[in-house]
T-cell receptor, first 117, second 115 residues
Framework: EPEVTQTPSHQVTQMGQEVILRCVPISNHLYFYWYRQILGQKVEFLVSFYNNEISEKSEIFDDQFSVERPDGSNFTLKIRSTKLEDSAMYFC???????????????FGPGTRLTVL | AQTVTQSQPEMSVQEAETVTLSCTYDTSESDYYLFWYKQPPSRQMILVIRQEAYKQQNATENRFSVNFQKAAKSFSLKISDSQLGDAAMYFCAYREVEYGNKLVFGAGTILRVKS
């Protein structure tokens, strides 16, 4: 069964450093998302991406964050200058179509645990 | 803004028994989707079941079923014949149909299964 993959599984970085989290969505999916989950808290939406542009972003997704689909398979989340509070689990998700399919469901990757020291 | 509330931080069930996890939500929309996701200790998010608001029939997936009460804005998950592998955090989530596709999650319910 096709699945969303994410690399790395765990990233440790120093405060102020840039990190890039990578995701490979399911191949026939068109809509991509990033969510984050701070330890012990709920999962929060960051950004959605469709047709090579951001469709929606949350208040969390400020100028320090950016997303990119550099080729036909990868979808990346970049944090330019990491803060301690960026430490969280970051989930990538993809879905087949933006509302065209009545059962449009988001499938999640295994997550990247980001630790900012 | 839409909100999702899970009022049970933690639940326990004996193996082979049935447990119900509660979820309520707030929305002014008439058409939307609701989901239950499972997050085991590995922290991967796994889709358990989904419900379309326009469908009156409650969704079922093997041992998992929902009780969808649209007027009450309630969406509970029933797990029958509970197994040790069901132990996980369960998240209820809401998604609009027309205006954006983000999922709005509840705070989660930890389910413990006793042998």
């Amino acid at each position: 069964e096709p699945e969303v993959t994410q690399t790395p599984s765990h990233q440790v970085t120093q405060m102020g450093q840039e990190v890039i989290l990578r995701c490979v969505p399911i191949s026939n999916h068109l809509y991509f998302y990033w969510y984050r989950q701070i330890l012990g808290q709920k999962v929060e939406f960051l950004v959605s991406f469709y047709n090579n542009e951001i469709s929606e972003k949350s208040e969390i997704f400020d100028d320090q964050f950016s997303v990119e689909r550099p080729d036909g398979s990868n979808f990346t989340l970049k944090i330019r200058s990491t803060k301690l509070e960026d430490s969280a689990m970051y989930f990538c998700a993809s879905s087949e179509a933006p509302g065209l399919a009545r059962t449009d469901t988001q499938y999640f990757g295994p997550g990247t645990r980001l630790t900012v020291l | 803004a839409q909100t999702v509330t899970q009022s049970q931080p933690e639940m326990s069930v004996q193996e082979a028994e049935t447990v119900t996890l509660s979820c309520t939500y707030d929305t002014s929309e008439s058409d939307y989707y609701l989901f239950w996701y499972k997050q085991p200790p590995s922290r991967q998010m796994i889709l358990v079941i989904r419900q379309e608001a326009y469908k009156q029939q409650n969704a079922t997936e093997n041992r998992f079923s929902v009780n969808f009460q649209k007027a009450a804005k309630s969406f509970s998950l029933k797990i029958s014949d509970s197994q040790l592998g069901d132990a996980a955090m369960y998240f209820c989530a809401y998604r609009e149909v027309e205006y954006g596709n983000k999922l709005v999650f509840g705070a989660g319910t930890i389910l413990r299964v006793k042998s």
